[in-house]
């Protein structure tokens, strides 16, 4: 998973401003169920590029990220200077020895945890460096029968992969890990959260906020995923450039086939889940 984070990291950074346009409503969601304001202190797991940080920042709040891949942490402090940023895995590292100060009064993530391969363990290490009755809010994907994020544009580019990639097993470290909200509330509970909710969060996912189609956007993202940087790896050499020019036009041909209101837009399927560390 750290490899693989370490590799995607360009691209999504490259493509950074098409991911947060896209999910803006998940953070928005994420920043008012934690009420972020300031004079807090607040811990972003799986901070990325930064989203959050920079939001949190505005906000008053003091922000500290932590990131496993180098890249991203690096993009994130480029973007939010006043910030600090961690690498390393939250689900070993001393959160309050990598980033000293008060403990931690809010935990966000947006799309940030369901990578570790311990989650329990995860959990409860992030729990250790929250404040008394400190507010962890974080979203994750629900299944991937909900989520033509992970087929739309993707799926054409995977049949022609050799082998093809299998769909992960149920609750393996993933974007759908936390498909299960009764196993999901199960490993927050085992790790000491309390109060713990978990949500549905439907939003949709929109490429077209540039005034175009979103076509193209969609595509960029597509290509940094690791489906999207395999299949360029394997196949643009297989094919030649005319080859991989023109499995990309077969990719937007499909992704044009399934525009709503005249751009890229599908449904997210996502929990909103909130917990709190217990005050004794």
């Known amino acids: 998973m750290r490899q693989d984070w370490a590799d995607k990291a360009a691209g999504w950074v490259a493509n950074e401003a098409i991911f947060d346009a896209v999910f803006a409503p998940v953070t928005a969601a994420i920043l008012t169920a934690a009420a972020v304001g300031p004079g807090q202190r607040l811990?972003?797991?799986g901070c990325g590029s930064g989203a959050l940080l920079a939001a949190a920042?505005?906000?008053?709040?003091?922000?500290?990220?932590?990131?496993?891949?180098?890249?991203?942490?690096?993009?994130?402090?480029?973007?939010?200077?006043?910030?600090?940023?961690?690498?390393?895995?939250?689900?070993?590292?001393?959160?309050?020895a990598a980033a000293p100060g008060p403990s931690?009064?809010?935990?966000?993530?947006?799309?940030?945890?369901?990578f570790f391969d311990d989650p329990t363990a995860a959990f409860a290490n992030i729990r250790r460096a929250a404040a008394p009755g400190g507010r962890l809010v974080f979203a994750?994907?629900?299944g991937r029968s909900e989520n033509p994020m992970f087929t739309l544009g993707s799926d054409i580019l995977a049949d022609r992969l050799d082998p093809k990639p299998a769909?992960?097993?149920?609750?393996?470290?993933g974007p759908t890990a936390f498909?299960?909200?009764?196993?999901?509330?199960?490993?927050?509970?085992?790790?000491?959260?309390?109060?713990?909710?978990?949500?549905?969060?439907?939003f949709s996912c929109d490429y077209g906020t540039a005034g175009g189609d979103g076509v193209e956007e969609r595509l960029a993202t597509v290509l940094s995923t690791s489906t999207g940087r395999l299949a360029q790896q394997q196949l643009e050499p297989r094919l030649g450039p005319e080859g991989w020019s023109a499995l990309l036009d077969d990719v937007r041909a499909?992704?044009?086939?399934?525009l709503v209101n005249d751009a890229v837009r599908f449904p997210g399927a996502t929990w909103l889940v909130t917990a709190t560390n217990p005050l004794g």
């Open 43 to 45: 811990l972003d797991v």
């Open 167 to 173: 769909d992960p097993a149920p609750g393996t470290p």
């Open 57 to 96: 920042a505005a906000a008053g709040a003091s922000a500290v990220g932590v990131d496993i891949s180098p890249g991203m942490a690096e993009a994130a402090r480029r973007r939010v200077p006043e910030a600090t940023v961690v690498v390393g895995d939250a689900q070993v590292v001393d959160l309050t």
């Open 179 to 202: 498909a299960d909200s009764g196993r999901l509330a199960a490993l927050l509970g085992d790790a000491g959260w309390a109060d713990i909710t978990i949500s549905p969060f439907d």
């Open 254 to 258: 499909v992704l044009r086939r399934h």
């Open 104 to 114: 931690f009064d809010r935990v966000l993530s947006r799309f940030g945890v369901m």
């Open 140 to 142: 994750c994907w629900r």
